[in-house]
T-cell receptor, first 114, second 109 residues
Framework: DTAVSQTPKYLVTQMGNDKSIKCEQN?????MYWYKQDSKKFLKIMFS???????INETVPNRFSPKSPDKAHLNLHINSLELGDSAVYFC?????????????FGPGTRLTVL | GQNIDQPTEMTATEGAIVQINCTYQ??????LFWYQQHAGEAPTFLSY??LDGLEEKGRFSSFLSRSKGYSYLLLKELQMKDSASYLC??????????WGAGTKLIIKP
C-alpha cells in the first residue's frame, strides 16, 4: 500500500507541450506539496496546499499550476514546457499545516523535455 | 539570504562511524530535518531537531546547536545500504523548508 503515489514515473515530451503529473496520498494528511529537484539535487518547493490555503513559491513560473480535486490529490499541470523544466518532480504530504510536520515523499516523476 | 551548507561528498568504511555536518543561515528558525535519499528514489525522513542537543535513534543520531547554526548527523556501524545522499533542511520563520544540496555518502567494504 503506497502512502504517496505519483504517475507517471517517467515522462518524456517535446518543448511547447502541456502535461500533467498526478499525486495521491492515502495517509489522510491535510497538506500536500510539490517539489522540483534539479540536476544539482537541490529540492526546491513549488507549492504547498491544504484545504484552505495555497502557498505558491513566487519564483515558480505561472506555467505551473496545482490542481486539487480533493484532499487526497494534488496534481501538477505544466503549460508550454521548456527545456529547463527537465527535472525530477516530487509530491509530498504532511499531517498538519505546519512545515514542522514530517513530510512523506512520493517516488518522483522524472520529466525530460526534448 | 538563506543558505544551507553541507559537504558534497564523503567516503567511509563499512562498520565505521561517520559524521555529516550542516550549517544553516535562515531568517528565523523553527527546526531542522535530516532526510536520506537513495539514488533514483524519494527522500525518506530520518530526524527532526528543534531543541539543542543530541537525539539518538538506533544507529543514527542527530545533533543541533541553535546558537551556532549547526547540526550534524552521526551514523554508526555503517552498512553498505547506508550509501545514499543525506539532505539537511532548515525551517525558517515563515515555516518554509530551506533545503541543502545533500551530502553523497559512499561506503566502502
Amino acid at each position: 500500500d503506497t502512502a504517496v503515489s505519483q504517475t507517471p514515473k517517467y515522462l518524456v515530451t517535446q518543448m511547447g507541450n502541456d502535461k500533467s503529473i498526478k499525486c495521491e496520498q492515502n495517509l489522510g494528511h491535510d497538506t500536500m506539496y510539490w517539489y522540483k529537484q534539479d540536476s544539482k539535487k537541490f529540492l526546491k518547493i513549488m507549492f504547498s496546499y491544504n484545504n484552505k490555503e495555497l502557498i505558491i513559491n513566487e519564483t515558480v513560473p505561472n506555467r505551473f499550476s496545482p490542481k486539487s480535486p480533493d484532499k487526497a490529490h494534488l496534481n501538477l499541470h505544466i503549460n508550454s514546457l521548456e527545456l529547463g523544466d527537465s527535472a525530477v518532480y516530487f509530491c509530498a504530504s504532511s499531517p498538519g499545516q505546519g512545515e514542522t510536520d514530517t513530510q512523506y515523499f512520493g517516488p518522483g516523476t522524472r520529466l525530460t523535455v526534448l | 539570504g538563506q543558505n544551507i551548507d553541507q559537504p558534497t561528498e564523503m567516503t567511509a568504511t563499512e562498520g565505521a562511524i561517520v559524521q555529516i555536518n550542516c550549517t544553516y543561515q535562515t531568517s528565523g528558525f523553527n527546526g531542522l530535518f535530516w532526510y536520506q535519499q537513495h539514488a533514483g528514489e524519494a527522500p525518506t525522513f530520518l530526524s527532526y531537531n528543534v531543541l539543542d542537543g543530541l537525539e539518538e535513534k538506533g544507529r543514527f543520531s542527530s545533533f543541533l546547536s541553535r546558537s551556532k547554526g549547526y547540526s550534524y548527523l552521526l551514523l554508526k556501524e555503517l552498512q553498505m545500504k547506508d550509501s545514499a545522499s543525506y539532505l539537511c533542511a532548515a525551517i525558517d520563520s515563515n515555516y518554509q523548508l530551506i533545503w541543502g544540496a545533500g551530502t553523497k555518502l559512499i561506503i566502502k567494504p
